[in-house]
């Protein structure tokens, strides 16, 4: 039978690279946030591609739902979701007997400066932390943590604890890819992905952070209680 590990990420997290990592094993397909035009249709929320997801993607639950099934020559299906695309589902929903789940979360003060270049005034339902705090308590026992600091500061080290806790065997070439998008990237992908299509694998560094704006204060602060809440979990590579 298939297994199926789902990333649950936020924005301006590596999600695209994480996902782009998996993609290089032989045992494993991927998929682009295949909840995103159910999110975008039940939420309402406004996004730079809302109207071509919307036009090419499924945007009723049940249709939703059977497009994250594995297919019949799956050994390992791995989904990149964004958090927040749980909005409008039950846990029930998404999880399975054969699902392990990967939280992927990113300091704040890291995250609303980048996120505000394509979003102005982002939300806590635009954010996901708390998504993702209810995702560590609802798969508790099923569920990795892992910070992006941790992931582009020491990728090898994080990926292979990462592996090692899903019990993957670990390949090399997640370290790297070619250039350029790939045929599973969503259709979104010219708003988002520039920096990881310039890219040709993981490459050390300090994820820096930013100034966060004054009007953007208190929601900085709900999303630092549940990064941190969510840090204490977090994987030691």
């Known amino acids: 039978m298939a297994r199926t590990v789902a990333l649950w990420a936020g924005p301006r997290n590596g999600s695209t690279a994480t996902m782009y990592s998996f993609a290089e094993r032989s045992d494993t397909r991927v998929m ?77 003060d890291g995250v609303l400066p980048s996120y505000r270049a394509h979003i102005d005034a982002p939300t806590m339902l635009d954010l996901g932390y708390a998504h993702q705090r209810d995702i560590a308590e609802w798969a508790a026992g099923r569920v990795h943590v892992v910070t992006a600091e941790s992931l582009f500061e020491a990728p090898e080290a994080t990926l292979k604890a990462l592996c090692e806790a899903l019990d993957l065997p670990w390949e090399d070439g997640m370290l790297t890819w070619s250039p350029g998008g790939r045929p599973e990237d969503g ?7 520039e920096g990881v299509h310039r890219s040709s694998g993981w490459e050390a560094r300090t994820l820096r ?21 969510l840090k204490d979990l977090a994987l030691t590579p």
Do not use: Q
């Open 187 to 193: 259709i979104w992908a010219p708003y988002w992905y």
């Open 32 to 108: 682009d946030e295949p909840l995103f035009g159910h999110f975008l249709a039940h939420t309402g929320v406004d996004r730079p591609s809302r109207h071509d997801v919307l036009a090419s993607m499924p945007t009723e639950r049940d249709a939703a739902l059977t497009s994250l099934l594995p297919n019949e020559h799956d050994d390992v299906l791995f989904l990149k979701h964004m958090a927040n695309h749980l909005e409008g589902l039950t846990w029930e929903d998404v999880d399975g007997p054969e699902h392990a789940h990967v939280i992927l979360t990113r300091h704040p």
């Open 209 to 229: 952070h930013g100034e966060v704006p004054s009007h953007l204060a208190s929601l900085r602060e709900s999303c630092l209680e549940h990064y941190l809440a």
